[in-house]
Every structure is written in structure tokens, then in C-alpha cells.
């Protein structure tokens, strides 16, 4: 029975250190964000990937292909996504500047916002930036789209709206 628990101890120790490992390595560990928990099922199993509206600007718009869906990392606190550029796209919520009470997120060149971070409910944004959780409305690029509630106000958004989580799926 001791022996078993040593070795228990000693097999928890070793995997800790191999994830400890990976963290640090050069490599990150990317994957897709993925919306889950909506009220509306049309809203949910969707990946956030990059609609062009610009140079160096895209609208964070959801599919439910995954050929389409963009390739992200934690770096620190930015959440970059993987277009084969030599530069990052960074995960961009726009600041609340017109008291809207929900706001668009973009994916643009450089490193994007910080504050990001992941925990067992998904991806999370800074709190004190505004961020009261994730939205999706079917919107003007005739998809859903993502937003983030602005949390100092009270949203009453439209039906076609539902709040969801935004969950990483790690890629292959
Ligand atoms: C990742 O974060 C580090 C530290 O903030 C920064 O120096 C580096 O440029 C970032 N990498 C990319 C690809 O933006
Ligand atoms: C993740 O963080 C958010 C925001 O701080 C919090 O509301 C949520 O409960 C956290 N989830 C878990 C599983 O800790």
C-alpha cells in the first residue's frame, strides 16, 4: 500500500514536470477558440477565426469548420493568432469609447489587447478593461459574430445575441 502511494506521488511529480516542461519550451501549445453554453444551439460549436475588413484588420467572426477556424497562443497575457505572417495578429476587444453596453473584437495585426488569461470556464478578458463575458449575434457579415459584454452596463441586446464561453480546443 505505501509503495503504491509512493509511486502514485512520484508518477504525479513526473507529469507535473513534463507540463512544466512544455510551457517552457520555444513551441506553444496553440489551439482553437470554441463557443460552448449558449441558450441558443446555433450559437454553440463554433470557432473564432479572422473575417478580412481591412489591412492588417479583422472582425473575430465564428464557423463551425474547423479548415476555417484560426490558430491561437497564450503569449504572457495577448492572445496571438497563427496566419503565417512573420509578424503576430493579436486578439483585439475594442475599448468601450461610445457607452455601448457590448463592443466588437478583432484580430489585428500586432499583439492585440492584454489580459487574457484561461481558466476552467475558457478563455477570460481583463474585468477591469470592462469585460463582463463573451457574446455572439448573427451579424453584418451575414455569420455570428463575437463580442464581449461591457460589464458597467446592463445589456439588453437582441434576440439573435447569446452570451457563451469561449473554450480552447488544443490543435492537432
Ligand atoms: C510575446 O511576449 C513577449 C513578452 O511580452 C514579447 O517580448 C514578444 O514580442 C511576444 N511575442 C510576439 C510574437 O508578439
Ligand atoms: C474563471 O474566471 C472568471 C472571471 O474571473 C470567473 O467568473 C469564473 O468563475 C472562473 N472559472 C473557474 C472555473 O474558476
Do not use: Q
Given at each position: 500500500m505505501k509503495f503504491f502511494s509512493t509511486l502514485s506521488l512520484l508518477i504525479g511529480?513526473?507529469?507535473a514536470a513534463a507540463i512544466a516542461g512544455r510551457q517552457d519550451s520555444k513551441t506553444p501549445d496553440t489551439?482553437?477558440?470554441k463557443t460552448s453554453d449558449s441558450e441558443n444551439s446555433a450559437?454553440?460549436?463554433l470557432y473564432v477565426y479572422g473575417y478580412h475588413t481591412g489591412a492588417g484588420l479583422n472582425d473575430a467572426v465564428l464557423t463551425s469548420d474547423i479548415e476555417t477556424a484560426s490558430k491561437a497562443y497564450l503569449n504572457g497575457t495577448t492572445v496571438l493568432f497563427d496566419?503565417?505572417?512573420?509578424f503576430p495578429w493579436g486578439l483585439a476587444p475594442v475599448g468601450v469609447t461610445n457607452y455601448a453596453a457590448w463592443q466588437f473584437v478583432q484580430i489585428n495585426v500586432g499583439p492585440g489587447q492584454e489580459g487574457f488569461s484561461?481558466?476552467?470556464?475558457g478563455l477570460q478578458w481583463s474585468e477591469q478593461k470592462g469585460f463582463g463575458g463573451?457574446?455572439?449575434c448573427d451579424w453584418w457579415h451575414n455569420e455570428p459574430q463575437l463580442f464581449y459584454i461591457y460589464r458597467y452596463y446592463d445589456a439588453k441586446y437582441p434576440a439573435s445575441c447569446s452570451e457563451v464561453k469561449l473554450v480552447t480546443e488544443p490543435t492537432a
Open positions: 511529480a513526473a507529469s489551439f482553437h477558440l450559437h454553440n460549436d496566419y503565417n505572417t512573420n484561461i481558466n476552467g470556464t463573451w457574446l455572439v
